[in-house]
């Protein structure tokens, strides 16, 4: 069974710096996809960006395209999302999800693994 663990969450001024962490356990990961979602309040959960395990391919969500950077380290099975110029409306708990084998990255229906949430908060 795949374990997420988010970590890195906080607090941070506008125009300012933050990493969150993703540590998956559970599987070899090689065929997943990893994913990062954020969620508002009472909103669905939105595509942030993702990776494919095998290859590194990223994808990203327009709002974030050049100042997000998804990336992952194989040998600690854990996956990174380096926030830049962050923004108020960036504030919103980030998720990390694991999907098996899809083609289809930016929905969060196809991922069937989810670590508990890590809250981004981001002052003006």
């Known amino acids: 069974q795949v374990q997420l663990v988010e970590s890195g969450g906080g607090l941070v001024q506008a125009g300012g710096s933050l990493t969150v962490s993703c540590a998956a356990s559970?599987?070899?990961?090689?065929?997943?996809?990893m994913g990062w979602f954020r969620q508002f309040p009472g909103k669905e959960r939105e595509f942030v960006a993702a990776i494919r395990w095998s290859g590194g391919t990223t994808y990203y969500a327009d709002s974030v395209k050049g100042r997000f950077t998804i990336s992952r380290d194989n040998a600690k099975n854990t996956v990174y999302l380096q926030m830049n110029l962050l923004k108020p409306e960036d504030t919103a708990v980030y998720y990390c999800?694991?999907?098996?084998?899809?083609?289809?990255?930016?929905?969060?229906?196809?991922?069937?693994?989810w670590g508990q949430g890590t809250q981004v908060t981001v002052s003006s």
């Open positions: 559970g599987r070899t990961f090689s065929s997943y996809t």
């Open positions: 999800a694991a999907a098996y084998s899809i083609t289809v990255v930016g929905v969060a229906s196809n991922y069937n693994s």
